[in-house]
């Protein structure tokens, strides 16, 4: 069974900053594309960034210059280092990860940052 776990969420300062980390576990199949999402209160859940196995990094245009995605394909791990944050970052944030010769995507139970003075 796939198990997705997150951490590293809290409350920090605007300008602050804060290291999301996610582990995958059970798969038998290489994970294509990993992935952060979030989902703010009221608001339908966005991409925040991605990153395929072989390193192309995507970015949500709010975000752009201030995350930045990483992932170590052994051992299952993505990261998202989050700069420079603002009240509008605010959200619950998920961790994804797609097999695609399956296609079938897992998810986090989700880690809550706030972004608050």
């Known amino acids: 069974q796939v198990q997705v776990v997150e951490s590293g969420g809290g409350l920090v300062q605007p300008g602050g900053s804060l290291r999301l980390s996610c582990a995958v576990s059970?798969?038998?199949?290489?994970?294509?594309?990993m992935g952060w999402y979030r989902q703010a209160p009221g608001k339908q859940r966005e991409l925040v960034a991605s990153?395929?196995?072989?390193?192309?990094?995507n970015y949500a245009n709010s975000v752009t210059g201030r995350f930045t995605i990483s992932r170590d394909n052994a051992k299952n791990t993505v990261l998202l280092q989050m700069n420079s944050l603002k009240s509008e970052d605010t959200a619950v944030y998920y961790c994804?990860?797609?097999?695609?010769?399956?296609?079938?995507?897992?998810w986090g139970q989700g880690t809550q940052v706030t972004v608050s003075s």
């Open positions: 990153i395929t196995s072989g390193g192309a990094a």
């Open positions: 059970g798969n038998r199949f290489s994970i294509s594309t």
């Open positions: 994804n990860a797609k097999i695609m010769i399956l296609q079938l995507e897992y």
